[in-house]
């Protein structure tokens, strides 16, 4: 027995809007192929908004059903961190715009904007609150509606992102949850990945050529994601003094497959035991770990009392992971 209060996921939620672009869509538009994009990235096919649908949007639904599969109402809500960085509007924040929709008026809510890091910077956010005791009821979303900042004739980014939304409803809990959390950043590669304009830089497109859209070098990004996601899992697992083999599911960001299988191979995890969701949605940004994690419990394949690793990289650059027993 211990005193320590854990944060327990108690139930998960996604949402991806209708509209579904496959790679043989975007063939159309831009000189691409299933081929390319497939074998470079794992990816077949993502989710586009609808017009006038926005991240808030994406977050109520997953929010709605995170907060069904664990029993909550939103009045018992008493914290909401958001992982986004593509809210819908400058300011209210997009977790207020969603609290208010819940009808969870009253608790806190703020938006972390870790690029595709969100949502593990969020949960972490999310759980050293419940560790303090200053909440015991947290939803923590990550949403996204990366298709509104990309340059569509741009191949070499239009082909890997999409839209869509998790949630996770965390309670604190006296017997297990979230083990540990661990994040970084470093902001001094930001021209590998970015999206240079901005309320106080300016929104000056004819700077970096760039309107409001996403700009990376790939090669690079994919460099540094691999060797910060190795090293962000032996951290977490030194710091629990656990052998790898004893992880039972590996959940990371859907970014590549190629990142996700050179992580598996460093936990010396067969594939059967890593959560791949890429393929169906591409690159979610914030909502890729809440959406593949909702896939694994609703798919009946993370069972309860199970060690689940969690592990994020992106824009910032951020990355992060956690490790819970679910
Ligand atoms: N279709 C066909 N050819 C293409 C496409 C495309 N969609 N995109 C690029 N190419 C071409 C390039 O022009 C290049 O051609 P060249 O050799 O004639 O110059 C060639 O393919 C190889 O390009 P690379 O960029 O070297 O290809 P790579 O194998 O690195 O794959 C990719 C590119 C898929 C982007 C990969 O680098 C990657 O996944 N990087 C990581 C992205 C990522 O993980 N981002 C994480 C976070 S995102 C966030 O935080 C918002």
Redesign the pocket.
């Known amino acids: 027995m211990t005193d320590r209060i854990y944060a327990r996921i108690a139930g998960t939620g996604s949402y991806l809007p209708a509209q579904v672009l496959t790679n043989e869509d ?1 063939a159309q538009r ?4 299933d081929e ?2 497939r074998t ?2 794992g990816i077949r096919q993502r989710h586009v908004a609808a017009e006038g649908e926005t991240t808030v949007d994406l977050a109520y639904q997953a929010s709605l059903r995170a907060l069904e599969a664990a029993g909550v109402q939103p009045e018992e809500i008493d914290l909401i961190v958001l992982g986004t ?1 593509t809210p819908d509007l400058i300011f209210p924040s997009s977790a207020c715009l969603l609290q208010h929709r819940l009808g969870a008026n009253g608790c806190p809510a703020f938006d972390v904007n870790a ?3 969100g949502f593990v910077y969020a949960l972490t956010v999310a759980d050293k609150f419940i560790q303090s005791g200053a909440a015991k009821t947290v939803l923590v979303v990550g949403a996204e509606t ?1 298709t509104r900042m990309l340059d569509w004739s741009d ?7 999409g839209d869509g939304a998790g949630a996770v409803v965390l309670k604190a809990d006296s017997e297990t949850g979230i083990l540990s959390t661990h994040l970084h950043a470093d902001g001094g590669k930001k021209e590998l ?1 970015w999206n240079p304009v901005g309320v106080s830089a300016g929104f000056k497109p004819e700077e970096h050529n760039a309107g409001v859209r ?1 700009l ?4 690079e ?2 460099k540094h ?1 691999v060797k910060a996601l190795d090293s962000v899992v032996e951290e977490t697992l030194e710091a629990n003094g656990l052998d790898r083999h004893e992880i039972d599911w590996l959940i990371p ?1 859907q ?2 497959l ?2 996700i299988e050179a992580t598996a191979k460093r936990l010396d995890m067969p594939m059967e035991r890593v959560i791949v969701t890429v393929d169906k949605h591409g ?1 979610t ?1 914030s909502g890729s770990v809440p959406l593949a994690l909702d896939e694994a419990v609703r798919s009946g394949k993370v069972q309860r009392g199970q060690l689940l690793l969690l592990e994020a ?4 650059f ?1 990355w992060g992971s956690a490790l819970l027993r679910y």
């Open positions: 975007l831009v000189e691409t192929s390319w994009i470079r990235t960085t690029a595709c890091s990366l191949r070499s980014t239009c082909v890997l992102f990945l996403v990376m070098t790939g090669n990004v994919f994601a960001h970014a590549n190629r990142i690159n940004s990289f992106g824009g910032g951020t």
